[in-house]
Structure formats: structure tokens, C-alpha cells
């Protein structure tokens, strides 16, 4: 099923991770609201018209930052010319591992990697023989590991292995399920498996997490800003990561930001609680950016902008939608009931509301973007887009570009 050339064509993405559990990818895909889904998972939107105009006046480059885009494709997408509009270096074509491919696909495949396109393999779920056309073409084979039990899947990784291609397990939605395939040898990791809670009673916080919680109150409740910086001694790791972060977004900034005093006198009591909501999905040890920050902060900006653009005249709303998408991830690093968690701060009532039973405009817009993010539950994304008319997928998708290029900022000096 084609989709009319004005159909409202939403943007998603599932994130890739290696073995090292470093993000390395995003896969993008494309729905529309009101449309068979089917239409979007055969690959025909992935039109480099649909990839290329999808993010406004910023470039994929932008969006993707120093991540790749694996982009599902057609045999008539790779055979067009439209393909080269698209970053080579920047992309992973993914074709079905059934495709058939003459010598004119194949030579083109060719082609393109030359130009620096990366070609995988989707729906590698049986291979009972191995003659795939297209197999010496590919780089990567993608396994969707809930097609297969335990068994199966150990049977295929022993056939998939000594072709000495990456493997790439798809649709991992917990960390045991995760586990499974690295052992079997899977070098990529498809899914938000990482930002799963895993409920422990009882589990107590971190030092560093208490402390920005305890940071996170006082500025709540208007606390002067000698008793902040006081909370902040002793901690060297939250210091360097909120400088960090700081310079790293704040740009514009005349001079880099040295001290939390600093922080607090440039940027503001308002930005310094944005920062700390952050800080508590930060390596305490000023490490590397990881996964879970990377999506805490690109829902929070993406609720911030959404709002900025769709709810207008709440002239405070979009604060507390990036303040509802950052804390709404907590459950994966605390172990422990969103509602436990938020209950002793002093939130104003609709964060409480929108993250505990997603009610009113943050809990829908909270709901939205938890369903771009699975790219699947199709009867309630549509449900959701119908509560609030007047939603494009047009100024979603801009919103999602601009708050993907936001959070990559983090990444970048990290």
C-alpha cells in the first residue's frame, strides 16, 4: 500500500547499541497516523524525499550527529537516483535478507559502497540454506530474536557466525534478553531495553543520585545559593559533569562556565534544575555520555518544544514538559515506582499527574512520545493523536530532529 504524497508522515527511531553499550545508531522509521501500517513497514516511505525533507532546514548530518541511520529501502530505492541525496557515510541501507537481486542490484549495491553506504540484511530469522543473493553485499544481518526461542536462536548464530558478518539482534526489550544474544556473539543491540526499570525493593540510591535529588529539592523550594554549593562539596564527579553539560549546551556563551556559582549566576536557577535532572542519568565519575542520558534528554527537549510550538499560550509549560520527560526515566536508573520516587519532591501538580497516570496535556504528550519511541502499539499512537487535533506529524518530526541534534551536543565533548 502506497501512502498519498500528503499523508501525515510521523517520524520514529529505535536506538542501536554495541557490545560495549555505547549508542552507535538509530533506526528510522516512518508511520502515519490513520494508515495500515503495513505502509510503513514495507520500506516505501524510506524515500530519500521523505528522509531528506523530513528534519526541515537541518540536515541529516544534524540530526544524526556522530550516529548512523540505518533507513529500511526497496530494491527500486537503491536502483534510483534519489538514494545518493542521502549522507553515504552517514547511512545503513537495509534491504530484506529474501530480496531478489539480479546483477544490475547487485552491481549497484556495489556502487554505493564505494560512496560509502553500509548495506544490512532485515528479517534474517530462518536460514536453512545459505544463498542469500545479496549476502556478499552485506555488512551487517539483523535477527529478529523474538521469532526464534532460545534453541533456535543458538542454532542460527552457529550458522550465522563463521560468514563473518555483524549480527544484529533486533527488538531486545529487557536487559536478560540482551545478555542472551551477547553471548551467543551479537555485536548490536536494537531497542530501549536499556531504559527498562528493573524494580528492586527496598534498592536505596546512589550517593550521587541523593544528592541530586537533594540539589534538585533545594532549588525547588527556592534555597539560597550557599546552601547549593555546599551540597555540591565533596562532590567532584557532579561538579565536572555539570560543567560539562553546561558548556556543552549553552552556546552563545561569551565565556566557559568554571564554578557552580558561575553556573547558577549565568545560566540561572531555571537552567541549573535542568542540568541536575540530567545529572541524574550522568556517569558519576564524569565518563562518557551514555544511552539512557542520550533519550532522557532528547524527551525532555522534544516535550519542551512540542509545547513551545503547539500549546503556545502556556507561557510556563514548556519547562515543566522537559521537566516531565527528564524524570520520567528515573524507575530505570533508581530500581524503584515513579510515584515512589517523585511523591517527596515539591513538583507542581500537573508533572506529578502527567508522570504517575499520564493525564492531562503533559501526560499525553508523555504518552506521544513513548510511542514514537516503540514504533509499534498503532490503535494507541492513533488514539493519542486524536485527543489533541491539530498535531502534525510535520511538527513532530521537527521537534524530534531539533531535540535529537540537542542531545547529541552532550555526546560531543564528552
Known amino acids: 500500500m502506497m501512502l498519498p504524497l500528503d499523508a501525515d508522515i510521523f517520524l520514529a527511531r529505535q536506538p542501536i547499541l554495541d557490545r560495549e553499550q555505547k549508542l552507535v545508531a538509530y533506526e528510522l522509521l516512518f508511520r502515519s497516523s490513520?494508515?495500515?501500517?503495513?505502509?510503513?513497514?514495507?520500506?516505501?516511505?524510506?524515500?530519500?524525499?521523505?528522509?531528506?525533507?523530513?528534519?526541515?532546514?537541518?540536515?541529516?548530518?544534524?540530526?544524526?550527529?556522530?550516529?548512523?541511520?540505518?533507513?529500511?529501502?526497496?530494491?527500486?530505492?537503491?536502483?534510483?537516483?534519489?538514494?545518493?541525496?542521502?549522507?553515504?557515510?552517514?547511512?545503513?541501507?537495509?534491504?530484506?535478507?529474501d530480496t531478489p537481486a539480479d546483477e544490475a542490484l547487485l552491481a549497484r549495491c556495489r556502487e554505493l559502497k564505494q560512496q560509502g553506504f553500509t548495506f544490512a540484511l532485515g528479517g534474517v530469522a530462518e536460514f536453512a540454506e545459505i544463498n542469500l543473493p545479496l549476502l556478499p553485499e552485506a555488512e551487517i544481518l539483523k535477527v529478529d530474536h523474538l521469532l526464534l526461542d532460545n534453541h533456535q536462536l543458538f542454532l542460527l548464530a552457529c550458522k550465522l557466525r563463521p560468514l563473518q558478518k555483524k549480527l544484529l539482534a533486533e527488538k531486545i526489550e529487557n536487559q536478560s534478553q540482551m545478555e542472551h544474544c551477547f553471548d551467543l556473539g551479537f555485536e548490536y543491540f536494537q531497542g530501549y531495553y536499556f531504559a527498562r526499570p528493573t524494580l528492586i525493593s527496598g534498592k536505596k540510591l546512589t550517593h550521587s543520585a541523593m544528592t541530586v535529588m537533594r540539589l534538585l529539592d533545594l532549588i525547588l523550594k527556592d534555597a539560597d545559593t550557599a546552601a547549593l554549593e555546599r551540597s555540591f562539596k565533596g562532590e567532584p564527579g557532579l561538579t565536572l559533569n555539570l560543567l560539562r553539560l553546561t558548556n556543552s549546551c549553552a552556546s552563545g556563551l561569551a565565556v566557559r562556565i568554571a564554578s557552580v556559582r558561575h553556573a547558577i549566576t549565568i545560566l540561572g536557577r531555571n537552567q541549573l534544575q535542568r542540568w541536575l535532572q540530567l545529572l541524574l542519568y550522568a556517569d558519576p565519575e564524569g565518563g562518557e555520555v551514555g544511552p539512557l542520558l542520550q533519550l532522557a534528554a532528547t524527551r525532555g527537549r522534544f516535550l519542551e518544544l512540542v509545547t513551545q510550538k503547539f500549546l503556545p499560550r502556556q507561557k510556563d509549560l514548556p519547562d515543566r514538559a522537559f521537566m516531565v520527560g527528564i524524570l520520567s526515566l528515573l524507575p530505570a536508573v533508581i530500581g524503584q515506582p515513579i510515584a515512589d520516587i517523585i511523591t517527596p519532591l515539591p513538583l507542581p501538580p500537573d508533572v506529578k499527574q502527567a508522570l504517575i497516570e499520564y493525564k492531562g496535556d503533559l501526560g499525553r504528550l508523555l504518552a506521544l512520545a513513548e510511542q514514537l519511541e516503540k514504533a509499534d502499539g498503532d490503535a494507541t499512537f492513533n488514539g493519542l493523536i486524536a485527543e489533541m487535533p491539530g498535531l502534525r506529524g510535520a511538527l513532530l518530526t521537527e521537534c524530534l530532529a531539533q531535540a535529537m541534534a540537542w542531545a547529541n551536543m552532550l555526546a560531543r565533548d564528552s
Open 34 to 97: 490513520g494508515v495500515d501500517r503495513a505502509a510503513v513497514a514495507d520500506g516505501r516511505l524510506a524515500t530519500a524525499r521523505v528522509v531528506a525533507n523530513a528534519f526541515g532546514e537541518m540536515s541529516l548530518g544534524d540530526v544524526l550527529g556522530p550516529y548512523k541511520a540505518y533507513i529500511n529501502a526497496t530494491p527500486d530505492f537503491v536502483l534510483g537516483p534519489e538514494v545518493e541525496i542521502l549522507p553515504g557515510a552517514s547511512v545503513v541501507l537495509e534491504l530484506p535478507a
